[in-house]
């Protein structure tokens, strides 16, 4: 079964910066994308940032580029999301998510990492404060 596991939440000042880690196990790490999403209070979950594992690229949604990098340690099957100049508009419950990118039927084909609906696994929240 796919797991992940998502950690690393915090309070920090405007300015500030935190890193997130998602760990993943239960698939191969290689054949997936991992996605970085959140939900601030009163709003809907949008997507952020994404990973393509098997050729790390990656996606930046405009509200978080320049401050937020994602990265990916292929050995330790973990995505950290490095978050830097954090304003507290970035408030919010981050969550981690992945799919399938290499398509199981042919395996030329992989989905951009930020069609943010193939997203079906999906890890528990960890909360981000940003106090101003």
């Known amino acids: 079964d796919v797991q992940l596991q998502a950690s690393g939440g915090g309070l920090v000042q405007t300015g500030g910066s935190l890193r997130l880690s998602c760990a993943a196990s239960?698939?191969?790490?290689?054949?997936?994308?991992i996605g970085w999403f959140r939900q601030a209070p009163g709003k809907e979950r949008e997507g952020v940032l994404c990973i393509s594992i098997k050729d790390s690229s990656k996606y930046f949604a405009s509200s978080v580029r320049g401050r937020f990098t994602i990265s990916s340690d292929n050995a330790e099957n973990t995505v950290y999301l490095q978050m830097n100049s954090l304003k507290p508009e970035d408030t919010a419950v981050y969550y981690c998510?992945?799919?399938?990118?290499?398509?199981?039927?042919?395996?030329?084909?992989?989905?951009?990492?930020?069609?943010?609906?193939?997203?079906?696994?999906w890890g528990q929240g960890t909360l981000v404060t940003v106090s101003s």
């Open positions: 239960g698939f191969t790490f290689d054949d997936y994308a």
């Open positions: 998510a992945a799919f399938r990118a290499r398509d199981p039927a042919n395996w030329r084909v992989v989905y951009y990492c930020n069609d943010w609906t193939r997203y079906n696994d």
